[in-house]
């Protein structure tokens, strides 16, 4: 069964960093692709970005400035990092592995609610 | 990109049917098949209840069906059960090569 387990700093202030990984228990790690989505209090998903097993990245238009994701093949670990913070960031935020050859989401981690206030 | 437009809630009785819509444009669902729907409960992580406009992962009730024409895919639940009752979130990938995801339809079992 395929568990992927988050962590990171749940309080940010205003210009500050985000930091997130996801730990991804699972052999067959490097075979998929992997992305990060968010869902602010009360409303809906968002998708943040991905990371494909070789490596290369693709963002939301609307944050592709601010993000970045990583994979750490060697730790099946999936990081994200968001820069300049603001309250419109704060959300719950999860990792997600995207369907073998597919254009969706069949494992998610259980999320992690990063908090943006001064 | 504008999120994909789906209702506010969907009610229905137990062993009832409902279908919830999702409405996108010629740049996500009109350009692909790669529909899917996911159920959240409160407090919950998204489960993938349909890939790719109608296929349904293993494990996920046959009562889950999905379906799509022109810009507006669905969602049927059929013999609604009480644990139905969640969230609902469709979601495309989009001509941009980025995912969009729809407004969520709350569905209560009455």
């Known amino acids: 069964q395929v568990q992927l387990q988050q962590w990171g700093a749940g309080l940010l202030k205003p210009s500050e960093t985000l930091s997130l990984t996801c730990a991804v228990y699972d052999a067959s790690f490097s075979d998929y692709n992997w992305s990060w989505i968010r869902q602010s209090p009360g409303k809906g998903q968002e998708w943040v970005g991905e990371i494909h097993l070789r490596g290369g990245t693709k963002y939301n238009p609307s944050l592709e400035s601010r993000v970045t994701i990583s994979l750490d093949t060697s730790n099946n670990q999936v990081s994200l990092k968001l820069t300049s913070v603001t309250a419109a960031d704060t959300a719950v935020y999860y990792c997600a592995r995207h369907g073998r050859g597919g254009w969706y989401f069949d494992y998610w981690g259980q999320g992690a609610l990063v908090t943006v206030s001064s | 990109q504008s999120a994909l437009t789906q209702p506010a809630s969907v009610s229905g009785s137990p062993g009832q049917s409902i279908t919830i819509s999702c409405t996108g444009t010629?740049?996500?669902?009109?350009?692909?098949?790669?529909v899917s729907w996911y159920q959240q409960h409160p407090g919950k992580a998204p489960k993938l209840m349909i890939s790719d406009v109608r296929n349904r992962p293993s494990g996920v009730s046959y009562r889950f069906s999905g379906s799509k024409s022109g810009y507006t895919a669905s969602l049927t639940i059929s013999g609604l059960q009480a644990e139905d009752e969640a969230d609902y979130y469709c979601s495309s990938f989009t001509s941009s090569r980025t995912y969009v995801f729809g407004t969520g339809t709350k569905v209560n079992v009455l």
């Open positions: 010629s740049n996500d669902i009109g350009a692909y098949d790669y």
